[in-house]
């Protein structure tokens, strides 16, 4: 399922280390991981090269097909490959890609373009061209350059972007461009190229918060995307910062304006019994480094029509709001009101609700790290102090076992 669609052609930055270690999926409604790449686009794991099956928006001479099987050159192709196969032979203009406006990459960045690549045995090439970087770039290209034919290779190119004015354009190019009967790779034979990325290299963070124009900076919204499947995805409004190894941050910034917070305005589901009826369970991994009133990790302020985790106003104590509540801190239930939050690190903090009250959706927006006074552009209420690096929440009422399985799977992590 989507929850560990991302583990992960980056591994250093999954949240879990094994596939059966994945949280529990049943009645699961959302899922915020701040360090899955899967869970936001931007920096430098976003692939701007664009996979397609075999025609991109950018052809010249003849065509790609992709193919998703086979054995080349001792390697099987997996099924979470990308494999692209150009037969050899044609003459002409051989590119093949999309263009990617320059000001999304941002000026003076550099951003590389690599693949492995596999040319047929017997293949005897003419004219030496593989690929480019051209457009508002310092030009590259990739050559075989007497690498041994069939065998698998690898080629990245690296250049830098030297305007905002156009395009960058990564192609796969098998045998260049012109009128001449040498120009194409060999007069027979394939090529295959396999997971072709392109991607930037050097941007200040993964995840970058900043305005839709700004270079190195999501172009979609600034969405913490949901990992569940039910598409509760959050938007991230002011000076939020965010780091891979502690997630998200500064709650605090612009009290007095439109506040900094993490929100998703029309939540379709009743916060306390569920469209289920059955109560529901929200986990957050956070930690409190400030303290001063109300401090909130995740709700909303619509009457009895939410769940809540807290740091309560007159002590630094993991605190919900309702009777019905039962609170856990580490996979351990604790007393409300009972676990000092502050400056203990990082912990995972959950919270069930059996609370029986009617089926009403909220009418304000569900919060991560702050509560908008009614409206996603409320001023700041209870701004966290600290880290927030996962989000859950189910539409049922979890099992202790259940919340221990979920605190030991980012427990190594996060070093609680």
């Not at 529990?24 to 692939?47: C, F, Q, R």
Request: proline residues 4%.
């Amino acid at each position: 399922m989507s929850v560990i669609s991302s583990l992960s052609k980056r591994g250093q930055y999954s949240t879990v280390s094994k596939i059966s270690e994945v949280p529990p999926t049943e009645g699961l409604i959302l899922y915020l991981d701040s360090s899955d790449e899967a869970s936001y686009d931007g920096g430098p794991t976003t692939n701007y090269f664009k996979h397609t099956d075999g025609t991109f928006d950018v052809n010249g001479t003849g065509t790609f097909q992709r193919i998703r099987s086979g054995s080349y050159g001792g390697y099987v192709i997996k099924p979470t490959d990308v494999v692209y196969r150009y037969e050899l032979g044609v003459q002409g203009c051989h590119y093949h890609g999309n263009t990617i406006t320059s000001t999304l990459l941002g000026l003076n960045n550099t951003v590389n373009f690599g693949f492995d690549y596999y040319i047929s045995t017997g293949t005897s090439i003419i004219d030496d061209f593989l690929a480019d970087i051209e457009g508002n770039v310092n030009f590259v290209q990739a050559q075989n350059g007497g690498n041994a034919i069939g065998v698998w290779q690898r080629k990245d190119l690296s250049t830098v972007v030297t305007s905002t004015g156009s395009t960058v354009n990564p192609y796969l190019y098998p045998g260049g461009c012109g009128p001449s009967a040498n120009q194409r790779l060999a007069a027979n034979g394939f090529i295959l190229y396999k997971n072709p990325q392109f991607e930037v290299l050097n941007y200040p963070s993964r995840f970058v918060y900043g305005p839709n124009g700004q270079f190195n900076t999501r172009s979609n919204g600034n969405i913490w995307k949901d990992l569940s499947g039910r598409g509760n995805d959050f938007t991230i409004q002011g000076n939020i910062t965010w780091n891979k190894d502690t997630g998200f941050s500064n709650f605090t910034g612009n009290s007095t304006g439109n506040g900094n917070k993490i929100f998703r305005s029309n939540f379709p589901q009743n916060l306390k019994t569920s469209q289920l009826g059955q109560g529901y369970t929200v986990v957050v991994v956070a930690r409190s480094t400030g303290f001063a009133g109300w401090r909130k990790l995740i709700g909303n302020s619509d009457g009895e029509n939410y769940i809540d985790l807290y740091q309560n106003s007159s002590s630094p104590y993991a605190y919900t709001t309702e009777s019905s509540d039962t609170l856990y801190v580490d996979g351990v239930q604790v007393n409300n009101n009972s676990y000092v939050m502050y400056n203990s690190g990082f912990h995972c903090y959950a919270a069930t609700s059996l609370n029986v009250g009617g089926l009403v959706n909220p009418s304000v927006p569900l919060t991560i790290g702050n509560e908008p006074n009614g409206s996603p552009t409320g001023t700041n209420a209870y701004p966290w102090v600290g880290d927030i690096a996962v989000v859950l929440m189910y539409e049922r009422v979890l099992t202790a076992s259940e919340i221990k399985q979920i605190s030991n799977l980012y427990k190594d992590k996060y070093g609680y």
